[in-house]
């Protein structure tokens, strides 16, 4: 089975990779515009650009969008997680926990969520939903790693392999060990449970 996936981030590239690893579906890149306006929520840019790619081209296609949410400030930045860091970059987001020395905004919950539209042509799109629950760091670590912005800052609390507790930075872990636990691994692990049903 070929599935085309709409992205141009290679990290994520390699996420579907190993979350699809032996399932015999092969992932090509689509170049396509993906369409997100301003009202748009997570569950729309990916239903509605499945949906609108897989008939132009005649495809069966998934288009995957993330989101992370501050629970401190009404769920910012939200759906719009790249605009904002390259607006703000770590200084800016870090900095709206501190708001006056020595006062400073203590909880650092937050999540991230990733919708997958899964969608073949002339049909209607599926979505899968996958969140990760965990906390915003004081600083950014692993600043030379090769890895997505928030991941340097996203910190998850997790029972390891001795089955005793350990919290890291999500950049920490590597991708074939975030793919078991992390939003995205979720997501498309419960996309593999559908496609090797449906094969």
Known sequence: MDLYFVTGNKHKVEEVEIALKGSGIKVHLLDAE??????????????????????????????????????AFDNFPG????????????????????????????????????????????????????????????????????????????VCERKNSDGKNEIKTLYEYSREEKGKFSHRGKAFKKLREFLMKNK
């Open 34 to 71: 993906k369409i997100e306006p301003e009202d748009w929520k997570l569950e729309d840019v990916a239903k509605n650009n499945a949906k609108r790619i897989a008939d132009e081209t005649g495809k069966t296609v998934i288009v995957e969008d993330t989101g992370i949410f501050f629970e």
């Open 79 to 154: 759906n719009r997680p790249k605009r904002w860091f390259e607006t703000l970059g770590y200084e800016g987001l870090l900095g709206k926990f501190k708001v006056g020395t020595p006062e400073e905004i203590t909880n650092r919950k937050a999540h991230f969520k990733t919708i997958i539209g899964y969608c073949e042509p002339g049909k209607d799109p599926i979505l899968f939903t996958g969140e990760l629950h965990g906390k915003i760091a004081k600083e950014a670590k692993g600043t030379d790693a090769n890895v997505m912005p928030y991941e340097r800052i996203f």
